[in-house]
């Protein structure tokens, strides 16, 4: 069956830095774009970044451009986050997601309803 475990999540000082890892089992995973989503107390979910199936294409919420970085190894069946110059707002649960179908897998939906499997989440607490 298809799993995603999140893991790396953390409490740390705006300014500094956490690496997230997902691990993807249960499908081929180099077929599927992979999205990152994050949700905070009272909010509803948003996307925050996300890469094709490959990893050449690349998209950011605005508010993380040049803060985040995706990435993938597919050898691995990993996806990561690396986020830095993290800020209080950037706090909340942080799920991975596989982008649902079999022929849009090069393009990066921003909607949770484009996904059809996600993990379980890991908090990410950023204090100020």
């Known amino acids: 069956q298809v799993q995603l475990v999140e893991s790396g999540g953390g409490l740390v000082q705006a300014g500094g830095s956490l690496r997230l890892s997902c691990a993807a089992s249960g499908f081929i995973f180099g077929n599927y774009a992979m999205g990152w989503f994050r949700q905070a107390p009272g909010k509803e979910r948003e996307f925050v970044t996300g890469?094709?199936?490959?990893?050449?294409?690349?998209r950011y919420k605005d508010s993380v451009k040049g803060r985040f970085t995706v990435s993938r190894d597919n050898a691995k069946n990993t996806v990561y986050l690396q986020m830095n110059s993290l800020k209080p707002e950037d706090t909340g649960i942080y799920y991975c997601a596989r982008r649902a179908g079999l022929y849009n897998q090069v393009t990066v939906p921003t909607t949770p309803r484009e996904y059809d499997y996600w993990g379980q989440g890991t908090q990410v607490t950023v204090s100020s």
């Open positions: 890469l094709s199936w490959s990893g050449s294409g690349t």
